[in-house]
């Protein structure tokens, strides 16, 4: 989950906030991907327009679920996971039994793009796709997942919320009780 959400953040345009630059993807991938050292040795320079094509139909989901349309999302992802190569098998991994949800030797868009719908799908199948968030900050578009005990969250960080209520307090105090600009 935590890589859909990274994926769709750090290789999508989100509101103002630009993509990487140009070029740029491959070290942002390589910062995503870093959790997993053999993904991150089998990234190369050939797979960033496929993950920067997933991130962007990731995006469209979170869009979709934004605009509370989860037929929408729901058809989103039985696309992607119609095109993933999804073989769950288990894996020994440091001593525990982990299960995948990609083929022993997929390559690594296909994977990821496996692991993500997956992952989505899970949660909008719960009948948890409202924890599935967009930002409401102007300017920011990020996306996230509402892990919270009442599932209320709004902003992706606490900077975006902090910065949406000083405005909104400014706003009720009225220009006169501003203090001036320097």
Known sequence: MIVSVSLVNELTVAGDRAGPVAGDELRVLAQILAFDAPSLAALDGDDVPGFVA????LREIFDDLHGNDVDAAAERLNALL?????QPHLAKEEGRWRLHHHPVHAELVAMYT???AEALARIVSAGDADRL???QAPDCGRV?????????RRFCTTTCQ???KVTAFRRRRGPANTPPSE
């Open 144 to 152: 996230f997942v509402d892990v919270s005990k009442n599932g209320s």
């Open 82 to 86: 119609a095109r993933s190569p999804a």
């Open 114 to 116: 496996a692991i993500c």
């Open 133 to 135: 968030g967009t930002c």
């Open 162 to 164: 902090s910065r949406v």
């Open 54 to 57: 997933l991130a962007r139909r």
